[in-house]
């Protein structure tokens, strides 16, 4: 065989061997891509696209309720969500075999406006706003991660509001002790519909003969000594000696405090450092 004729042989096995490989790539995407828009589940507030085929009667456009109920002709009420279109389609063909309406009924469902898929995140969050749920099994920390944690003036309270099993829950979960050893039953399963909310940290005043005064934020377990230190410790003037803490009263109105130095101090406390006689 001439030279030729064998590189035109050896073109023509490359060839062949590289479309064999790109069908089986994609032969492999196609399982993977309908198998991830099959884990979305549907939820209330969602809006569907039923079709029966060669049954138009049948076929329909419907809101899924709030308690997951969707009204179809001729089969009354069906819970629909919580389900994947693929499990909907089953339990409908089910349904319509059983009750003798049709034998081998061909069935499509769509979602066209998803609602229910969603979350809210608000607050002090790296990035706030409407949080889509793309992967089932999406806990607490993912959504930290999706959402850049919380930002700087965030305190160490999350609070999470939402329903599980028809019942309105609402449940603060400490944000550092998630993260510690025996905080995983910290650690939420998130589902559609959630709030999640962070607030800022709290705070302490001082002002007076201090060098550095106004607010600063109110770490956990912080004494009126560490207080002062923060703010970069009395002015020259000052002292010590005569402080005065202003706290607000849980009935409301203020009570004002003689403090000791190792004290912890409670959000919205006022420190006045006064100046020295001497």
């Given at each position: 065989?001439?030279?030729?004729?064998?590189?035109?042989?050896?073109?023509?096995?490359?060839?062949?061997?590289?479309?064999?490989?790109?069908?089986?790539?994609?032969?492999?995407?196609?399982?993977?891509?309908?198998?991830?828009?099959?884990?979305?589940?549907?939820?209330?507030?969602?809006?569907?696209?039923?079709?029966?085929?060669?049954?138009?009667?049948?076929?329909?456009?419907?809101?899924?309720?709030?308690?997951?109920?969707?009204?179809?002709?001729?089969?009354?009420?069906?819970?629909?969500?919580?389900?994947?279109?693929?499990?909907?389609?089953?339990?409908?063909?089910?349904?319509?075999?059983?009750?003798?309406?049709?034998?081998?009924?061909?069935?499509?469902?769509?979602?066209?406006?998803?609602?229910?898929?969603?979350?809210?995140?608000?607050?002090?969050?790296?990035?706030?706003?409407?949080?889509?749920?793309?992967?089932?099994?999406?806990?607490?920390?993912?959504?930290?991660?999706?959402?850049?944690?919380?930002?700087s003036e965030a305190g160490d309270q999350l609070v999470l509001m939402?329903?599980?099993?028809?019942?309105?829950?609402?449940?603060?979960?400490?944000?550092?002790?998630?993260?510690?050893?025996?905080?995983?039953?910290?650690?939420?399963?998130?589902?559609?519909?959630?709030?999640?909310?962070?607030?800022?940290?709290?705070?302490?005043?001082?002002?007076?003969?201090?060098?550095?005064?106004?607010?600063?934020?109110?770490?956990?377990?912080?004494?009126?000594?560490?207080?002062?230190?923060?703010?970069?410790?009395?002015?020259?003037?000052?002292?010590?000696?005569?402080?005065?803490?202003?706290?607000?009263?849980?009935?409301?109105?203020?009570?004002?405090?003689?403090?000791?130095?190792?004290?912890?101090?409670?959000?919205?406390?006022?420190?006045?450092?006064?100046?020295?006689?001497?």
């Amino acid at each position: 065989m001439s030279a030729p004729l064998r590189l035109a042989g050896l073109k023509a096995l490359v060839l062949a061997v590289g479309l064999a490989l790109c069908g089986a790539g994609l032969a492999q995407t196609s399982p993977a891509a309908t198998t991830t828009a099959s884990i979305s589940r549907m939820g209330p507030g969602d809006q569907i696209r039923i079709q029966v085929y060669q049954n138009a009667d049948l076929s329909q456009e419907a809101k899924i309720a709030e308690n997951g109920m969707v009204t179809m002709p001729l089969l009354g009420q069906l819970q629909l969500g919580g389900l994947t279109t693929f499990e909907a389609e089953s339990r409908i063909s089910a349904m319509l075999q059983a009750a003798g309406l049709l034998r081998n009924p061909q069935i499509s469902v769509s979602v066209v406006n998803n609602r229910a898929n969603t979350i809210n995140v608000l607050g002090n969050f790296g990035k706030p706003g409407k949080l889509p749920l793309d992967v089932m099994g999406m806990r607490l920390t993912d959504v930290l991660a999706l959402v850049g944690g919380v930002d700087s003036e965030a305190g160490d309270q999350l609070v999470l509001m939402g329903t599980r099993q028809g019942q309105s829950i609402r449940r603060q979960i400490d944000i550092q002790r998630l993260f510690e050893p025996g905080g995983e039953s910290l650690n939420e399963a998130i589902h559609p519909g959630d709030v999640l909310w962070v607030g800022k940290a709290p705070q302490v005043y001082i002002y007076g003969e201090i060098l550095r005064p106004g607010a600063f934020r109110l770490t956990r377990g912080m004494t009126l000594m560490q207080a002062i230190a923060a703010s970069g410790g009395v002015s020259p003037r000052g002292t010590l000696r005569g402080l005065k803490l202003t706290r607000t009263q849980p009935e409301g109105g203020t009570r004002e405090l003689e403090p000791r130095m190792e004290d912890t101090l409670r959000d919205g406390d006022v420190i006045y450092v006064r100046e020295s006689l001497f």
